[in-house]
């Protein structure tokens, strides 16, 4: 069972949750400002970015608003790259594909680790030393209506597995609920990876344009151009984020071409925000669990679905609704997914994870015992060991299908 503090903590967590979706519920949103929204409450707490690679993690960050026409935005999050000395080492003894393990430098520096400074993303570098990062899409939680990509606990979340899993991190900021109801936030998620499309693809034409438009401004964002391998990209989201990440793959899935030349090669759905009309046993059991109560979460439904749509079976809150529709499960990309003990949402988690093993799609099941509903991304959770042994357990899977050939386990 959780502990005294955080059974306390819970109560009070609660209050404010739903005391906060209840005078959202009570606004009335203006309709000119509605298509832009609001990606981030002004009251909640954020953490600032950091261009230059943090003393404590080694990762930088910076916030990039993609869209003139809406709030959406995304923070990116760049991994520590290897010794100076180890560039000039890769460059002049090139490492050749048939190498066990990447070439030490001659001093006895850390070996190279797959970071691209932009020297060696140039055309001259030798090819085994165009390596690319993996790039891994983040969607965070909050029940459609709270959180940000900027949030101090998402920011220290996505840290951990940009320095984990050696990849690039796009935290996205997508439009929050009831300014922006459903589909809004789903768009935002596949606007996203258009966007990510659209640096890949820039970046392969500025290598003959120079990376300038006719007006001599950078079309390029710089650290997923120069860095970033878009064949290697995993959909990551916690809570209703999981939701939003599978919608994304679906479209994915559905219609790659619109995404060239991005490949979602898995996704990782941590404790998904999935209900439906008829309950499960975890619901019935845990419905009053710790801090995402049933009743509030479906208060938050109300919130992202309008009047008119709102449904516990809506295709947004149900994966297994009949007539969803979308693509074959067996057309699905390898699936983890995350769930916590003590989560009234777990059943319907388990039951979407072994229709995917059904159809023979890899898809395993991560549970921990003594957890809650967003143990491993919440603030007070953070730095418990069940966090960062979750963080763990998830780098080391995704690296079956980010690592280049031949490195799978080498971590």
């Known amino acids: 069972m959780p502990s005294v503090g955080v059974k306390i903590y819970s109560v009070f967590f609660k209050l404010w949750l739903r005391h906060r979706l209840q005078s959202l519920a009570a606004t009335d949103p203006d309709p000119a400002a509605a298509a832009f929204g609001v990606s981030c409450r002004p009251d909640e707490a954020t953490a600032p970015a950091n261009p230059a690679f943090s003393a404590a993690d080694g990762v930088a960050s910076k ?25 000039a080492h890769l460059l002049a003894h090139p490492r050749r594909a048939s190498d066990p393990t990447p070439a030490p430098a001659s001093n006895g520096a850390a070996p ?9 993303a140039s055309p001259r570098a030798p090819a085994s030393a165009r390596r690319r990062l993996p790039i891994v899409v983040q969607f965070h939680g909050g029940g459609f209506a709270t959180g940000s990509s900027s949030a101090t606990a998402n920011d220290a979340f996505c840290r951990r597995v940009a320095k984990l899993c050696d990849a690039i991190v ?10 922006s109801r459903y589909p809004a936030a789903f768009e935002d998620g596949v606007k996203v990876l ?42 990551l989201g916690a809570s209703c984020g999981a939701n ?13 071409k619109l995404f060239d030349p991005i490949k979602v090669v898995a996704q990782v759905l941590m404790y998904p925000f999935f209900i439906g009309s008829v309950p499960t046993h975890s619901e019935i059991r845990l419905a009053n669990s710790y801090f995402y109560d049933k009743s509030t979460c479906i ?7 309008s009047e008119k749509e709102f449904n516990l079976d809506h295709p947004a809150a149900n994966p297994l609704a009949p007539g969803r529709g979308g ?10 997914t995350v769930i916590a003990e003590h989560d009234w949402m777990r059943d319907r988690a388990i039951a979407y994870s072994e229709e995917l093993r059904k159809v023979n799609v890899d898809s395993p099941v991560l549970d921990y015992k003594d957890t809650v509903h967003e143990f491993a ?8 060991p069940q966090a960062q042994a979750c963080a763990e357990d998830i780098a080391i899977w995704m690296k079956k299908y980010i690592s280049l050939r031949g490195h799978e386990f080498s971590y």
């Open 112 to 120: 190279y680790r797959g970071y691209l400074p932009h020297a060696l």
């Open 377 to 384: 991304t919440l603030d007070v959770f953070l730095k418990t």
């Open 194 to 235: 258009k966007w990510i499309a659209k640096q890949a693809n820039l970046a392969m034409m500025s290598k003959v344009g120079g990376g300038v438009d006719t007006f001599g401004a950078s079309t390029v964002e710089p650290w997923i151009a120069a860095h970033g391998d878009p064949a290697r990209c995993v959909l």
């Open 327 to 336: 693509p074959p499960l067996k057309c699905m990309p390898p699936t983890l």
């Open 170 to 179: 796009v935290a996205v900021g997508y439009r929050l609920a009831p300014e």
């Open 63 to 87: 916030d990039l608003h993609i869209d003139p026409n809406s709030s959406l935005s995304v923070r990116i999050f760049l991994p520590t790259p290897p010794p100076q000395h180890a560039h």
């Open 244 to 256: 939003i990440a599978d919608y994304v793959t679906r479209k994915t899935v559905e219609d790659s």
């Open 299 to 305: 208060l938050a439904w109300r919130l992202f679905l």
